[in-house]
């Protein structure tokens, strides 16, 4: 859902990875060891890889991004109108 919505809004400005197991083990925080960070029960994060800055957390934020709002109020687009927004050169 937030990979459609931000390919349609911010066509090409964005790459996409999930569970490549070199980001996993290289953002693993620190003591949380390896074998349990291969699968992290809400661990849904927006990084950007080149700064490793975290723009969203689900385990930080407590909610996810999906909000069962839809339109320009849901967390989604907010998410995507102004923390991505920024993002872009």
């Known amino acids: 859902m937030l990979i459609k919505k931000v390919d349609v809004e911010f066509p090409g400005k964005f ?6 197991p ?11 060891g390896w074998e349990g960070a291969l699968w992290r029960k809400g661990a849904f ?4 890889m080149d700064t490793n800055s975290i723009m969203f957390s689900k385990m ?3 909610e996810h991004l999906v909000d069962g709002k839809g339109g ?10 102004t923390v ?3 993002q872009i050169e």
Do not use: H, I, Y
Request: proline share 5%.
């Open 15 to 20: 790459a996409w990875t999930w569970n490549d």
């Open 60 to 62: 930080s934020a407590g």
């Open 45 to 48: 994060e927006v990084r950007r």
């Open 22 to 32: 070199a980001v996993l083990q290289a953002t693993v925080p620190a003591g949380d």
């Open 84 to 86: 991505l927004a920024s």
């Open 72 to 81: 320009p109020e849901s967390k989604m687009a907010l998410f995507c109108s």
